[in-house]
């Protein structure tokens, strides 16, 4: 059986969440950039993150937060 395991900057993206209240998954890297839609759309897609509210004054804004599956791979 093969595991589907984050890249390291899903990886990275995913262990931001560990501290924050609920799992709130980050919008902007630590440069202040905005995290690449690839790498939210993978871990949405792969079942480790998932969307958790709309943001009505950005509606292009996803944001998510961990899943448990998720918090288990960014548990180090």
Do not use: H
Not at 35 to 41: Q, W
Request: proline share 11%.
């Amino acid at each position: 059986m093969e595991v589907d395991l984050p890249t390291l900057p899903e990886l990275l993206y995913l262990r931001r969440g560990l501290a924050q209240p609920g799992g709130k998954l980050p919008l902007f890297d630590l440069d202040g950039q905005a995290v690449a839609a690839a790498i939210v759309r993978r871990c949405l897609g792969r079942g480790w993150a998932e969307p958790w509210f709309s943001n009505p004054l950005k509606p292009d804004w996803l944001v998510c937060k961990l899943t448990e599956t998720g918090r288990r791979l960014a548990t180090p």
